[in-house]
Nanobody, 122 residues
Framework: QSQLVESGGGLVQPGGSLRLSCVASGITFENYAFGWFRQAPGKEREGVSCIRPTGARTIYLDSLKGRFSISRDDAKKTVYLQMNNLKREDTAVYHC???????????????WGEGTPVTVSS
């Protein structure tokens, strides 16, 4: 059974850091691009970042550039999202998604994880 499982979320103070992990199973990891999405209460889902099989990466939101970074470890079949200098508006459930070869988008993905919640609060 193919699946994505996220972990690493939690409660953090503004200015703090978290590293989210997404472990994939049942897929040929190195053939897939992975994306992180987030959805805050009462808001629409938004794409955060993507990393391609080549390692090329994109941060979608200007507000996250310089604070968030995505990486992958093909040997561990794991994708990471490092989040630094967290702000209250980063509070959301963060989901991992996978799509063969190209970046997953809301309207096109092969696999979707259940998510890990991140709360930024003092």
């Amino acid at each position: 059974q193919s699946q994505l499982v996220e972990s690493g979320g939690g409660l953090v103070q503004p200015g703090g850091s978290l590293r989210l992990s997404c472990v994939a199973s049942g897929i040929t990891f190195e053939n897939y691009a992975f994306g992180w999405f987030r959805q805050a209460p009462g808001k629409e889902r938004e794409g955060v970042s993507c990393i391609r099989p080549t390692g090329a990466r994109t941060i979608y939101l200007d507000s996250l550039k310089g604070r968030f970074s995505i990486s992958r470890d093909d040997a561990k079949k794991t994708v990471y999202l490092q989040m630094n200098n967290l702000k209250r508006e980063d509070t959301a459930v963060y989901h991992c998604a996978a799509r063969r070869t190209i970046c997953p988008i809301s309207g096109g993905m092969d696999y979707w994880g259940e998510g890990t919640p991140v709360t930024v609060s003092s």
